[in-house]
T-cell receptor, first 117, second 118 residues
Framework: GAVVSQHPSRVICKSGTSVKIECRSL??????MFWYRQFPKQSLMLMAT?????????EQGVEKDKFLINHASLTLSTLTVTSAHPEDSSFYIC?????????????FGSGTRLTVV | AQKITQTQPGMFVQEKEAVTLDCTYD???????LFWYKQPSSGEMIFLIY??????QNATEGRYSLNFQKARKSANLVISASQLGDSAMYFC???????????????FGKGTLLTVNP
């Protein structure tokens, strides 16, 4: 089945530094990647949608200069949290969809727990 | 705009009994899909079941079944013969169409925390 590898699974960084999270589709071409953020005991909130080779579309209220998304290839998308602060501490998870995908065609990564100290 | 409502923040069920998790939705898209995902404490999202808006029969996947009532806009998940390993957060989600460049994004409900008691 379709697999999305997300790394790192956990990261602790100092306030003011940047952190890059990678999502890689291992056995299919991810034409669309969705990036979500999840606070403890809350739902997944969509941050942005990216299509391969295009600029990401950000949801209202998400700072595009802070959360940089790159989807340069059909198998790799990255989310960079720039100048991270403690309030950026959260669980980040990606979901990939292939073009003309089967109706079930959303494959999630395993998530990244970011802690900013 | 799409909206998913899960009104049960938490549910308890005895092992081996059945439990129903509620989900209602709202959308203007004539074509849509409804999903249920399980999220254990590890955080991974596990796909459970899918129902398409034009599907004539209710979806079933092993111990999971989806009670789809289109006129009432509800898509409740039924878990039969609950097991201790079913304890987790459960999310209902909806996929709309691609209108306005939405890219078939998923909209999630707030989730229901299910606890299975021995």
């Amino acid at each position: 089945g379709a697999v999305v590898s997300q790394h790192p699974s956990r990261v602790i960084c100092k306030s003011g530094t940047s952190v890059k999270i990678e999502c890689r589709s291992l056995d299919f071409q991810a034409t669309t990647m969705f990036w979500y953020r999840q606070f403890p005991k809350q739902s997944l909130m969509l941050m942005a949608t990216s299509n391969e080779g295009s600029k990401a579309t950000y949801e209202q209220g998400v700072e595009k200069d802070k959360f940089l998304i790159n989807h340069a290839s059909l198998t790799l998308s990255t989310l960079t949290v720039t100048s991270a602060h403690p309030e950026d501490s959260s669980f980040y998870i990606c979901s990939a969809r292939a073009n003309r995908a089967h109706y079930r065609g959303y494959t999630f990564g395993s998530g990244t727990r970011l802690t900013v100290v | 705009a799409q909206k998913i409502t899960q009104t049960q923040p938490g549910m308890f069920v005895q092992e081996k009994e059945a439990v129903t998790l509620d989900c209602t939705y709202d959308t203007s898209d004539p074509s849509y899909g409804l999903f249920w995902y399980k999220q254990p404490s590890s955080g991974e999202m596990i796909f459970l079941i899918y129902q398409g808006s034009y599907d004539q029969q209710n979806a079933t996947e092993g111990r999971y079944s989806l009670n789809f009532q289109k006129a009432r806009k509800s898509a409740n998940l039924v878990i039969s013969a609950s097991q201790l390993g079913d304890s987790a957060m459960y999310f209902c989600a909806m996929r709309g169409g691609n209108s306005g460049g939405s890219n078939y994004k998923l909209t999630f409900g707030k989730g229901t925390l299910l606890t299975v008691n021995p």
